[in-house]
């Protein structure tokens, strides 16, 4: 089935199942968060097997521990384990 032959109106019913099928599957939406596109990464990671509220306390500590991303780059990844 090509792209272009399904009408708009079944591209939105296909996307509408998706979307239900990945609320069964994954639960409620992490709550949304405006970050910049590196922080965001890094939330992403943070938040793979683990809950939003777990994700948002290491994403707070990270940040905290560190003067700033750059410096977490530089550093060994024993000291950012530790935090």
């Given amino acids: 089935m090509s ?3 399904i009408k708009a109106s079944e591209r939105q019913g296909i996307l509408n199942k998706l979307v239900n099928v990945l609320k069964k599957r994954y639960g ?4 949304r ?3 910049p ?3 965001t ?8 097997e683990a809950s939003a509220e777990a994700a948002e306390q290491a994403y707070d ?3 905290g ?3 700033d991303l ?3 780059r530089v550093s060994s990844i024993s000291e950012i384990e530790q935090t």
């Avoid at 409620?28 to 709550?31: A, G, L, T």
């Fill in 3 to 5: 792209a272009t032959k």
């Fill in 41 to 48: 990464l890094v939330f992403a990671a943070l938040l793979e």
């Fill in 70 to 72: 750059n410096e977490t």
């Fill in 37 to 39: 596109v590196f922080e």
């Fill in 28 to 31: 409620k939406n992490v709550p």
């Fill in 65 to 67: 521990a560190f003067y």
């Fill in 61 to 63: 500590d990270l940040m």
């Fill in 33 to 35: 968060q405006q970050r």
